[in-house]
T-cell receptor, first 114, second 109 residues
Framework: ETGVTQTPRHLVMGMTNKKSLKCEQH?????MYWYKQSAKKPLELMFV???????ENNSVPSRFSPECPNSSHLFLHLHTLQPEDSALYLC?????????????FGPGTRLTVT | GQNIDQPTEMTATEGAIVQINCTYQ??????LFWYQQHAGEAPTFLSY??LDGLEEKGRFSSFLSRSKGYSYLLLKELQMKDSASYLC??????????WGAGTKLIIKP
């Protein structure tokens, strides 16, 4: 298996549920990212990890909690979400952080909060 | 502030040429990326420009003018499969990507 994979592809959850999104990259990259993509809006960077350490947290609400257990895996733990959190959540990786390398994206998780 | 502007939607005819413009204002500049995103799929890398000028890659070309804060993506010999959103992103001084909202390109037969 190659590239960046994400599971699940679709998720419907209530506001009181707890769920996790999973991302795995098979490219040997050192940097991983979580983005939120809403219709007709720019990609919003949520979290950045470099060599398993979080280096960026763009004022994301605490109901989103990232975890990076190793350089190949990234999780986004979700709890007590709001309907406005419904969006496409994209994971990406790049060779290293701090240089002009392209990012490789996973197919995303389409999240609906009811 | 940091800002990327690109048209929301464009329509073009199969076999024709289309140019998608992007203007950027970012804190520092380390290059300009273009990505393609088909509906329901992951964005995929198309091009990267850091020096002024035109970079050609098959049917797709990307142009950059640093002095004008301007880039465009040129698509030639359009095919139906080119129907997608095209995302412009500027790499700022911290090597963080600042994204535009994307241009939805509709190709008509």
């Amino acid at each position: 298996e190659t590239g960046v994979t994400q599971t699940p592809r679709h998720l419907v959850m209530g506001m009181t549920n707890k769920k996790s999104l999973k991302c795995e990259q098979h490219l040997g990259h050192n940097a991983m990212y979580w983005y939120k993509q809403s219709a007709k809006k720019p990609l919003e960077l949520m979290f950045v990890y470099s060599l398993e350490e979080r280096v960026e947290n763009n004022s994301v609400p605490s109901r989103f909690s990232p975890e990076c257990p190793n350089s190949s895996h990234l999780f986004l733990h979700l709890h007590t979400l709001q309907p406005e959190d419904s969006a496409l959540y994209l994971c990406a990786s790049s060779q290293v952080l701090g240089e002009a390398y392209e990012q490789y994206f996973g197919p995303g998780t389409r999240l609906t909060v009811t | 502030g940091q800002n990327i502007d690109q048209p929301t939607e464009m329509t073009a005819t199969e076999g024709a040429i289309v140019q998608i413009n992007c203007t950027y204002q970012t804190s520092g500049f380390n290059g300009l990326f273009w990505y393609q995103q088909h509906a329901g799929e992951a964005p995929t890398f198309l091009s990267y420009n850091v020096l002024d000028g035109l970079e050609e890659k098959g049917r797709f070309s990307s142009f950059l003018s640093r002095s004008k804060g301007y880039s465009y993506l040129l698509l030639k010999e359009l095919q139906m499969k080119d129907s997608a959103s095209y995302l412009c992103a500027s790499l700022d001084s911290n090597y963080q990507l600042i994204w535009g909202a994307g241009t939805k390109l509709i190709i008509k037969p």
